[in-house]
């Protein structure tokens, strides 16, 4: 049983770029996290969707940053125009229907995927 | 939410018992306590989560004071590779399926 698989993992763009971050559940996961940890920094939740639905943005940047999770495939995390700010380590992760509104509720990460800006 | 206080650093030797305290004295009823871990360059993984009993598992134990209001994250044999970043969470069924990360603890394991 593969766990949370999450490509590339290593992205190198340059400003103004477009980044794109695919990440898909675990096999059964409905739900998927995102996360941004930023270098010598905290793990900061970005947004949490399931299938087709956005629940919870709320530490989505406002601007140029999108994700999206389809009825089928992967879950996507977009950055437009990058710059170097956007420079971290993104991960998601996923979670099975039915405990999102538990406190028992358990996630499993990706290894995450790098996004370099240069 | 409720918030966590740990310390920001700490030293263990190696096949030595490690405690990582967790101070949360705003939990709520409903609150889990939940710990991850992140090693140096990969994503967070899970350990242990409990309520209000103590918590065993393969990876290591949970004790929850009985007010709730501190827990600790017992590693019976401490090795090289439990250097790592731990993050005691609390969780409640009112914030959704996410997790808010704090600070941690970084726990770093000598020879």
């Not at chain 2, 134990?61 to 009985?66: D, F, K, R, T, W």
């Amino acid at each position: 049983n593969a766990g949370v698989m999450q490509n590339p993992r290593h992205l190198v763009r340059r400003r103004g770029q477009e980044a794109r971050l695919r990440c898909s559940p675990m096999k059964g996961h409905s739900h998927v996290y995102w996360y941004r940890q930023l270098p010598e920094e905290g793990l900061k939740f970005m947004v949490y969707l399931q299938k087709e639905n956005i629940i919870d943005e709320s530490g989505m940047p406002k601007e140029r940053f999108s994700a999206e999770f389809p009825k089928e495939g992967p879950s996507i995390l977009r950055i437009q125009q990058v710059v170097r700010g956007d420079s971290a380590a993104y991960f998601c992760a996923s979670s099975p229907p039915g405990q999102a509104n538990s406190g028992a509720n358990v996630l499993t990460f990706g290894a995450g995927s790098r996004l370099t800006v240069l | 939410d409720a918030k966590t206080t740990q310390p920001n650093s700490m030293e263990s030797n190696e096949e030595e018992p490690v405690h990582l305290p967790c101070n949360h004295s705003t939990i709520s009823g409903t609150d889990y306590i939940h710990w991850y871990r992140q090693l140096p360059s990969q994503g967070p993984e899970y350990v242990i989560h409990g309520l209000t009993s103590n918590v065993n598992n393969r990876m290591a134990s949970l004790a929850i004071a009985e007010d709730r209001k501190s827990s600790t994250l017992i590693l019976h044999r401490a090795t090289l590779r439990d250097a790592a970043v731990y993050y005691c969470i609390l969780k409640g069924g009112n914030q959704g399926g996410k997790l808010i990360f704090g600070q941690g603890t970084e726990l770093s394991v000598k020879p």
